[in-house]
């Protein structure tokens, strides 16, 4: 005879069996919206994601779209309209996504998805070439400070991660943000340049940005914004030399505000597994990324915190949107 605490153990067990097993497959088919076009700075997070998802099998599919324009909100306005209920779909994005739709009248912002994970990025440098005559930090902020108009500061757009990241350096001096001569660039490679050929006085950026050049003599690092200094760079933290800016370019993922916490939480689940594969551990070191993971609570105060600030230095540089 089976004893009846058996047959309500049996009869419990067959009950969770359903459970743990939607559970465990409740990413099917991951749907990965970027708010850019291929081999942007987005997109390429995307395509980890996508890599190390197939390599380590953790869904039976990944799909990758592109949706470039109005500064990546034409892709989260989509995402937001036609991802409701989706809980296989994500969105990334990164610290401009925040910054962007506070210089520009964008129909949605990142108020109107779920930010559930920030995962990696990188700490914001400061180079210049090799043979100028700034030969340190302290030699940049001195020549600042005497003329604010004799430094060229380069970066990207107006309102970009480094126009934000050199006006709050400037506040950190004693000076306002609008005596930074910032020299916007479209694109990343165009920074290079334009600090290869002196056009720059100093640029900014990751330092995977900067670091071909700066491994073939031809430029150098003056300081690096982050909190402790980086392995295998031979550059003092702002911190240490008195300016306290951590700046950092990052990225995250968000989910459809309509998802309900068990969906949500499958997603959060599934992303915190996939970072600690071998594979995601892999591509962080492979392209200089920091391992910036925080948890949904954590990552939306962090992005309150970020608005805030951006919002007050944009302000600052005439470049809020009224």
């Given amino acids: 005879m089976i004893s009846r605490r058996l047959l309500l153990a049996a009869f419990a067990t067959t009950l969770a069996m359903p459970a743990l097993q939607a559970g465990a497959q409740s990413i099917k088919n991951?749907?990965?919206t970027v708010p850019g076009g291929p081999g942007s700075?987005?997109?390429?997070?995307?395509?980890?994601?996508?890599?190390?998802?197939?390599?380590?099998?953790?869904?039976?599919?990944?799909?990758?779209?592109?949706?470039?324009?109005?500064?990546?909100?034409?892709?989260?306005?989509?995402?937001?309209?036609?991802?409701?209920?989706?809980?296989?779909?994500?969105?990334?994005?990164?610290a401009g996504t925040?910054?962007?739709p506070l210089t520009n009248k964008t129909p949605v912002t990142l108020a109107d998805v779920r930010p559930l994970v920030r995962l990696a990025g990188e700490y914001e440098v400061i180079a210049t070439r090799a043979d100028s005559d700034l030969k340190s930090f302290k030699d940049l902020m001195e020549t600042f400070k005497a003329n604010p108009g004799s430094v060229a500061w380069g970066g990207g757009s107006p309102g970009s991660t480094e126009n934000i990241f050199f006006a709050r350096l400037a506040k950190q001096a004693g000076l306002e943000p609008k005596q930074v001569n910032f020299i916007p660039h479209p694109n990343t490679g165009e920074v290079v340049v334009s600090a290869l050929n002196g056009q720059a006085?100093?640029?900014?950026?990751?330092?995977?940005?900067?670091?071909?050049?700066?491994q073939a003599g031809k430029l150098k690092i003056l300081a690096v914004a982050s909190p402790e200094r980086l392995p295998g760079v031979d550059a003092p933290t702002l911190r240490e030399l008195g300016y306290d800016v951590v700046f950092a370019?990052?990225?995250g993922i968000s989910v459809h505000k309509s998802l309900d916490e068990a969906q949500a939480k499958a997603i959060s689940d599934f992303v915190e597994k996939m970072k600690e594969t071998p594979r995601w551990k892999q591509i962080l070191q492979e392209r200089g990324w920091l391992d910036m993971y925080l948890n949904e609570a954590d990552y939306q105060a962090f992005i309150q915190k970020e608005t805030a600030s951006a919002k007050e230095i944009l302000s600052a540089l005439g470049l809020a949107a009224n």
């Fill in 30 to 32: 991951l749907d990965v």
């Fill in 41 to 94: 700075g987005l997109d390429q997070v995307a395509r980890a994601i996508e890599e190390t998802v197939r390599l380590e099998k953790l869904a039976p599919s990944v799909k990758v779209t592109n949706i470039p324009g109005g500064g990546g909100f034409v892709a989260i306005s989509q995402f937001v309209t036609s991802k409701e209920g989706n809980g296989n779909a994500i969105v990334v994005q990164g």
């Fill in 98 to 100: 925040v910054f962007f």
């Fill in 201 to 214: 006085t100093v640029v900014g950026g990751g330092l995977q940005d900067f670091l071909t050049q700066v």
């Fill in 249 to 251: 370019n990052w990225r």
